[in-house]
């Protein structure tokens, strides 16, 4: 191939506007043995692109084995959900208790409390019908 | 669909998928799990598979998004990325140390590109797809993906001028 072809196919690559075809004749050019020396960047560019498409997926492509796997983890979450809906239910029916024995709690304070002003009251009253009969 | 007939339907292009998953994730295994997750999909969907008129380019536009989703994951989890080294197989000693520095020079280069870009470069100088195609994957218009292909090729060509003038490797 022409040097001054392979400028011109180059500056189109450059530009994105090549064929596959043109693409190709550059990658045999600059993989070749004889590349210009202006054009040099070129090699291992085209040299990148030949050797990695060589790579490829060694795994062997497992299509049951997932199905499998995908329907334990739907089992698991499913228990994971009923263990977290247990111990919460448990746990509001802990604090439940808790507030209903506190709420008596304040309930029988407030009573009491009002049994002792009455009874002071009553103390008072006493007192002073004591006082005015000594007077 | 069996599952011989299957395997016989994705063999042309299971490799590309794996390629564009390790251009996107960089690591193997990475790439490994994302390819064989595309391919569980597809075969999932495999009543679908002769409605769609190019199955090649739904598994590469597949391959794309579950990587944007695993990268934005990995972003979220601040999750480093892992390096491979690449070894060259039956080439000499020589030539391989030469090949050892090119493929890694133009392949960090690469690996600085946006996404987009790294995608198209990867489907049109690796893959070798038409234009069409790679419009189809990418869900682009075709001037939009030759600009992006030629800011990609600059970029890569422009870093390497740059260090055989310095003389930097």
Same mark, same amino acid.
């Given at each position: 191939? &022409?040097? %001054?072809?392979?400028?011109?196919?180059?500056?189109? /690559?450059?530009?994105?506007?090549?064929? =596959?075809? &043109?693409?190709? $004749?550059?990658?045999?050019? *600059?993989?070749?043995?004889?590349?210009?020396?202006?054009? +040099?960047? /070129?090699?291992?560019?085209?040299? /990148? *692109?030949? *050797?990695?498409?060589?790579?490829?997926?060694?795994?062997?492509? +497992?299509?049951? =084995? &997932?199905?499998?796997?995908?329907?334990?983890?739907? *089992?698991?979450?499913?228990?994971?959900?009923?263990?977290?809906?247990?111990?919460?239910?448990?746990? $509001?029916?802990?604090?439940?208790?808790? /507030?209903?024995?506190?709420?008596?709690?304040?309930?029988?304070?407030?009573?009491?409390?009002?049994?002792?002003?009455?009874?002071?009251?009553?103390?008072? %009253? =006493?007192?002073?019908?004591?006082?005015?009969?000594?007077? | #669909?069996?599952?011989?007939?299957?395997?016989?339907?994705?063999?042309?292009?299971?490799?590309?998928?794996?390629?564009?998953?390790?251009?996107?994730?960089?690591?193997?295994?990475?790439?490994? @799990?994302?390819?064989?997750?595309?391919?569980?999909?597809?075969?999932?969907?495999?009543?679908?598979?002769? @409605?769609?008129?190019?199955?090649?380019?739904?598994?590469?536009? #597949?391959?794309?998004?579950?990587?944007? @989703?695993?990268?934005?994951?990995?972003?979220?989890?601040?999750?480093?990325?892992?390096?491979?080294?690449?070894?060259?197989?039956?080439?000499?000693?020589?030539?391989?140390?030469?090949?050892?520095?090119?493929?890694? !020079?133009?392949?960090?280069?690469?690996?600085?590109?946006?996404? #987009?870009?790294?995608?198209?470069?990867?489907?049109? @100088?690796?893959?070798?797809?038409?234009?069409?195609?790679?419009?189809?994957?990418?869900? #682009?218009?075709? !001037?939009?993906?030759?600009?992006?292909?030629?800011?990609?090729?600059?970029?890569?060509?422009?870093?390497?001028?740059?260090?055989?003038?310095?003389?930097?490797?």
């Amino acid at each position: 191939m &022409e040097l %001054a072809n392979i400028e011109k196919l180059v500056i189109k /690559y450059k530009n994105g506007t090549t064929s =596959i075809e &043109e693409e190709s $004749i550059l990658r045999n050019y *600059f993989t070749g043995e004889s590349v210009a020396a202006h054009l +040099q960047e /070129y090699v291992p560019m085209f040299t /990148y *692109f030949t *050797f990695i498409k060589k790579e490829s997926f060694n795994k062997k492509v +497992q299509l049951k =084995i &997932e199905k499998a796997r995908n329907k334990n983890r739907k *089992f698991l979450s499913v228990a994971a959900s009923l263990v977290l809906l247990l111990t919460s239910v448990f746990f $509001i029916k802990k604090e439940n208790d808790r /507030y209903q024995a506190k709420k008596q709690f304040a309930q029988v304070t407030k009573g009491l409390k009002l049994l002792s002003i009455q009874l002071k009251k009553g103390e008072i %009253a =006493i007192a002073n019908l004591y006082s005015n009969k000594n007077n | #669909m069996k599952e011989s007939d299957f395997l016989k339907v994705i063999k042309p292009f299971k490799d590309k998928v794996f390629r564009l998953a390790k251009r996107l994730l960089v690591s193997r295994e990475e790439a490994e @799990d994302a390819t064989q997750e595309v391919i569980f999909k597809l075969w999932k969907n495999k009543e679908k598979i002769s @409605d769609y008129k190019n199955i090649e380019a739904f598994a590469m536009t #597949m391959t794309k998004n579950y990587c944007y @989703d695993r990268l934005k994951s990995k972003q979220a989890s601040n999750l480093t990325l892992v390096h491979t080294n690449y070894k060259g197989k039956e080439t000499p000693l020589e030539k391989r140390i030469e090949y050892k520095d090119a493929v890694n !020079i133009v392949h960090s280069l690469i690996e600085q590109l946006p996404e #987009m870009q790294k995608i198209i470069l990867q489907l049109r @100088d690796v893959e070798q797809y038409e234009f069409e195609e790679i419009c189809d994957m990418v869900s #682009m218009k075709p !001037i939009a993906v030759r600009v992006a292909l030629s800011r990609a090729r600059k970029t890569v060509r422009n870093a390497l001028t740059k260090q055989q003038n310095y003389g930097v490797s």
